[in-house]
């Protein structure tokens, strides 16, 4: 728990990385695996290796991001299925 530095009021990170997680799983990591399959189909005559590369490296980082998040939530009492954490309590 942090606090905010104008009001000094306490603020819980766990939403936003709740957030994240989702954002990752049902966003991020689908569009990258949607390109990754597209490119699979036919490569595009002008794709470079390093644009390649530089995807594969993307849906990589995404999927470490992914995993330590949800292991750190999960970790915690916040596992995917868990309610979306709200602070103070009941706001």
Do not use: C
């Not at 104008?6 to 990258?32: E, W």
């Not at 939530?73 to 868990?82: D, N, T, V």
Request: no cysteine; charged share 20%.
């Amino acid at each position: 728990m942090a606090r905010k530095p104008v009001t000094n009021v306490p603020y819980s990170h766990i939403h936003d990385l709740q957030q994240a997680r989702n954002a990752l799983q049902n966003n991020i990591i689908p569009a990258l695996d949607r390109e990754i399959s597209r490119l699979e189909r036919r490569l595009p005559d002008d794709l470079t290796h390093e644009a390649l590369t530089n995807l594969f490296d993307q849906h990589e980082h995404a999927n470490k991001l992914f995993h330590n998040v949800n292991g750190f939530l999960h970790g915690i009492g916040y596992p995917p299925s868990a309610p979306m954490h709200h602070w103070p309590p009941g706001a």
